[in-house]
């Protein structure tokens, strides 16, 4: 699929800037040279729309690796690339310097053990920035999570997977979990068994709504609801609100001959992001992106201003959290006070 979709159909619904001054650390980005293209410059002309976006962190986009070498070091390719691009970003200063202020790169931790070195390379080339990995679990038989490769089902649950996810935790980095609506008691089971682990779940648990759950919501609201609360049990798990714009979610903005408002936004995502910020609380949620994945159903500035109708009646503190601490911690990011204060007087 081409997620660069087309600029002027994202551009022919246009909106004010809600709460312009609010620090905003955007924890779920991809940057690749596939499905149309979205590097640095296509990310920056969409962090300085209007948001005061602070930081953000990349996410695992099978991008820049290695083409030769051991196979298991080559996704250290990605890491050395995005990191060479955050220094880029910095160079260019502008409203966003801290692009990519945490990489989150991708390890098979189906090496077990053996991944420890693996991760020790992605630390060497992060430069300071590696803070984690993503190994793609989301699988179900009417979808194809990544192509051409369909992750191996209970993926989690295997030893040697786990075993690489110790290695993980010994090294003091997060594992962001990608999964599919029906999978979410397996990641709960990953966190019941090794409570030191942190683990972030992206894209609140992919609630499905197209293939076969299309005209099923009513069904798989409440069986998501009852995951998510399992999951809310477990303190290591902390979770990216967004990612709902993907077609699987089923919402189809995409289709529509002009792309949705920020008011159409949270009227149907709301019920998902708030019952995830009720069962999580503020301090273990994060709004997320999802750029440029998210990009075929709304613009950057419209999709932020719908995060900020949502928690409009969060208090400041709330919002802070939601916005920029909550990502900031977990993913233990060096962003300067002056930068993430959230300064009220702020008009820009």
């Known amino acids: 699929m081409n997620f ?30 596939s499905h149309g293209g979205y590097l640095l410059d296509e990310l920056l002309s969409d962090t300085q729309t209007g948001h005061r976006i602070v930081a953000t962190v990349f996410c695992q986009s099978d991008y820049g690796y290695r083409s030769a070498g051991k196979p298991a070091f080559r996704p250290v390719g990605e890491t ?52 984690g990995v993503r190994h793609i679990a989301a699988r179900h038989d009417a979808f194809a ?73 009513e069904q798989v609201f409440p069986w998501w609801r009852e995951a998510m609360a399992t999951l809310a049990a477990c303190p290591n798990v902390t979770v990216k609100l967004g990612g709902l714009g993907m077609p699987i979610g089923g919402f189809d903005f995409h289709k529509r001959e002009r792309p949705p408002s920020s008011i159409d936004i949270a009227a149907q995502w709301g019920p998902y992001i708030e019952t995830c910020i009720e069962l999580f609380g503020p301090s273990r949620c994060m ?26 009646g969060a208090s400041d503190s709330e919002k802070a959290a939601l916005f920029e601490g909550t990502a900031t911690a977990v993913y233990r990011l060096d962003i300067p006070p002056a930068m993430s204060s959230n300064d009220a007087s702020r008009e820009d």
């Open 80 to 131: 050395e690339s995005i990191a060479s691009l955050a220094r880029e970003a910095a160079g260019r200063g502008g409203d966003c310097p801290r692009v990519a202020a945490g990489i989150i790169g991708y390890a098979d931790l189906s090496l077990g053990a053996a991944a420890a070195p693996v991760l020790q390379a992605h630390i060497e080339a992060g430069q300071g920035g590696f803070r």
């Open 145 to 217: 999570a990544r192509v051409p490769d369909q992750p191996p089902p209970g993926l989690l649950a295997q030893e040697a997977f786990r075993e690489g996810c110790r290695a993980l935790q010994e090294a003091g980095l997060v594992f962001d979990a990608w999964v599919y609506h029906p999978q979410l008691y397996e990641v709960a089971d990953l966190a019941n068994a090794l409570p030191g682990l942190s683990i972030v779940l992206d894209h609140m648990g992919g609630p499905l709504g197209a293939g076969p759950f299309r005209g099923m919501r």
């Open 287 to 312: 709004f997320e992106s999802n750029f440029p994945v998210d990009r075929i159903s709304c613009s950057y500035p419209v999709l932020w201003n719908a995060y900020k109708r949502i928690a409009a």
């Open 4 to 33: 660069n979709v087309s600029q002027a159909w994202l551009e022919s619904h246009a909106e004010e800037i809600i709460e312009p001054g609010l620090p905003i650390v955007d924890p779920h980005h991809h940057l690749w040279d």
